[in-house]
């Protein structure tokens, strides 16, 4: 089992940043790819952000990319989503995520485990 718990989210005006962290507990955070997802009311769960277990690769939605940016600490078992020039359409529950397979964690039902979820508020 992998627990994860996200925290930083909040509300922000357009153009502003915020920065979301998700600390993972249980197996060997290590050996994960970790990612974020998101989802606003009334539509499904989307892909946002991933990073390879040992963070040499990385990928990203194209609603997101050059703006957001993903990185991991292995050695404080965290993985961070730094987010700039947000816009009201990033307006979601951003979730983290955990997977074994890292070329397919865009896919929802690849990941295996999630956190809560923090809620992310962008006004126009």
């Known amino acids: 089992q992998v627990q994860l718990v996200e925290s930083g989210g909040g509300s922000v005006q357009a153009g502003g940043s915020l920065r979301l962290s998700c600390a993972a507990s249980?197996?060997?955070?290590?050996?994960?790819?970790m990612g974020w997802f998101r989802q606003a009311p009334g539509k499904e769960r989307e892909f946002v952000a991933a990073?390879?277990?040992?963070?040499?690769?990385?990928y990203y939605a194209a609603s997101v990319k050059d703006r957001f940016t993903i990185s991991r600490d292995d050695a404080k078992n965290t993985v961070v989503l730094q987010m700039n020039s947000l816009k009201p359409g990033d307006t979601a529950v951003y979730y983290c995520?955990?997977?074994?397979?890292?070329?397919?964690?865009?896919?929802?039902?690849?990941?295996?485990?999630w956190g809560q979820g923090t809620q992310v508020t962008v006004s126009s």
């Open positions: 995520a955990a997977a074994t397979r890292f070329v397919l964690m865009s896919v929802v039902a690849n990941v295996e485990y």
């Open positions: 249980g197996r060997t955070f290590s050996n994960y790819n």
């Open positions: 990073i390879s277990s040992g963070g040499s690769s990385t």
